[in-house]
């Protein structure tokens, strides 16, 4: 099945700005913050370097090869079948459990955790189905919400009743939990058949994408230290400003939905890719069948695991993925990038596993 390439820089860049807002502001720091305290900064500044460096590895990857399947398909194609399959698997499994997340976080906001998670898994898999150029419609309104309400939420922030402590011994398991938040920047990549001219256009969407992001992580992480200090790690985004809490809630939602809704279409597609391949059942060649069942299965997950065991399965996976990214990145005769995102990746997973 060939798929349509139709989706423009602009889509691109909104894709993975959903992919990513969404996670790191709405669910992600909490936790961040109660393992590093104001260290949380340091853990910032750590998983964005690596962030960096795997986008740089993903977008020439991406470039090399315009197809569906991401690092499942550089994996293959660089270092063998092998590690093709390592990462195919580390990404459906990773990703699967970043949509159960994303579904729970939209259910807590919302104030019945299970049932609105289940219910946004299958409308959003039900939008999905109507094709990629409405889902990246959708993105783009929701990131434009959100954003608008980030800014207003950091003008109208109220100030700290005690500062967070410097909490040194948490930063790296902190950088791996913010990981997850940036895990979206190469979303598109996913995406490579039906984006217009993949050679410029996917390389391009993922460092504007992750720029911006990086801004608005450093910006918010600065205005939720200085409003909540130490409370952070038991409060909500919410609680920054008590004055726009209901419209922080609302775009809390929509945040974790646009995540939703682009994790669902990276699944879909690299699940699409190994069925081509034989390596998961043949019927989810067929792009519908794969949504369908990525649907499925995050339901599964929303009805028997917590947010946060679903954020630490999700980053262990996610940076092996990654971490063969990298390596896949090395054997274009690329250097430093690839090292440094290698050695990061591997030393945020282990500092990662004791939470497994």
Request: net charge positive; aromatic share 6%; proline share 3%.
């Amino acid at each position: 099945m060939q798929l349509a390439r139709s989706l423009t820089l602009t889509d691109a860049v909104f894709v993975g700005l959903g992919s990513m807002i969404g996670a790191g502001v709405f669910a992600v720091f909490a936790p961040a913050a109660a393992a590093a305290g104001s260290a949380l900064l340091v853990s910032l500044v750590i998983a964005g370097v690596i962030a960096c460096c795997n986008a740089l590895s993903s977008a020439w990857l991406a470039a090399r090869y315009p197809r569906s399947g991401g690092t499942y398909v550089y994996g293959r194609e660089r270092l063998g079948r092998v590690w093709g399959d390592l990462a195919g698997w580390a990404f459906v499994l990773g990703k699967t459990a970043s949509c159960a997340a994303m579904a729970l976080t939209v259910g807590t906001y919302a104030g019945a955790p299970k049932t609105v998670a289940v219910a946004a898994v299958v409308a959003l898999t039900v939008l999905n189905l109507t094709g990629v150029q409405k889902s990246a419609l959708a993105t783009r309104i929701i990131v434009v919400a959100v954003l608008l309400v980030l800014v207003a939420t950091t003008v109208t922030a109220r100030d700290a009743t005690q500062p967070a402590q410097f909490l040194p011994a948490g930063i790296l398991p902190a950088a791996a939990l913010l990981f997850f938040a940036f895990a979206g920047y190469a979303r598109i990549a996913t995406l490579g058949e039906e984006v217009k001219e993949p050679e410029r256009t996917i390389p391009r969407a993922v460092v504007i994408s992750l720029a911006i992001t990086l801004v608005v992580y450093a910006v918010v992480a600065v205005t939720a230290l200085s409003a909540l200090g130490g409370d952070l790690a038991t409060k909500t985004l919410a609680d920054v400003s008590p004055a726009l809490a209901p419209v922080i809630r609302i775009a809390a939602c929509l945040a974790a939905l646009g995540s939703l809704l682009s994790l669902q279409l990276g699944v879909s597609r690299t699940a699409l890719a190994m069925a081509r391949d034989r390596r998961l059942p043949r019927q989810l060649a067929d792009l519908r069948a794969a949504e369908v069942a990525t649907g499925v299965v995050t339901i599964a997950l929303v009805l028997t695991v917590d947010v946060t065991r679903a954020i630490v399965f999700s980053s262990f996976c996610v940076l092996l993925y990654y971490a063969i990214a990298n390596a896949s990145a090395w054997t274009l005769g690329k250097r430093v990038v690839p090292a440094v995102g290698l050695v990061g990746c591997l030393t945020l997973a282990g500092a990662v596993l004791w939470q497994l």
